[in-house]
């Protein structure tokens, strides 16, 4: 399982998309769950890593799903119309 920061702005963004990266080519199986519990502080930054680490977990034959996305976050989603991208765990 990976685990989102409880802070994920465009400030954390590209440091959380490595360590992100790194952890989906250390995940074994075809199913990988991103684990948003801790996420308290966000802006769209974190639907583009989102968006960026399910780009990559398709190249590697992987899919991902994301487990205990904010509300506010998955609304974000929908308005950009993205949300289906993002399947919930």
């Given amino acids: 399982m990976l ?3 409880a802070d994920l702005t ?4 590209n440091t959380c998309l ?3 990266l790194q ?3 250390a995940e074994p199986g075809p199913a990988v769950v991103v684990d948003a519990t801790a996420l308290g502080r966000f802006d769209s ?3 583009a890593v989102l968006l960026e680490c399910r780009r990559e977990a398709q190249q590697i ?3 991902i799903t994301i487990r205990a996305m904010p509300e506010r976050l ?5 308005l950009y119309g993205i949300a289906e991208l993002l399947p919930a765990a």
């Fill in 74 to 78: 998955r609304d974000l989603a929908g």
């Fill in 3 to 5: 685990v989102l920061p």
């Fill in 45 to 47: 930054s974190a639907l």
């Fill in 61 to 63: 034959g992987k899919d």
């Fill in 23 to 25: 952890g989906l080519q």
């Fill in 10 to 13: 465009r400030t954390q963004a």
């Fill in 18 to 20: 490595k360590m992100l």
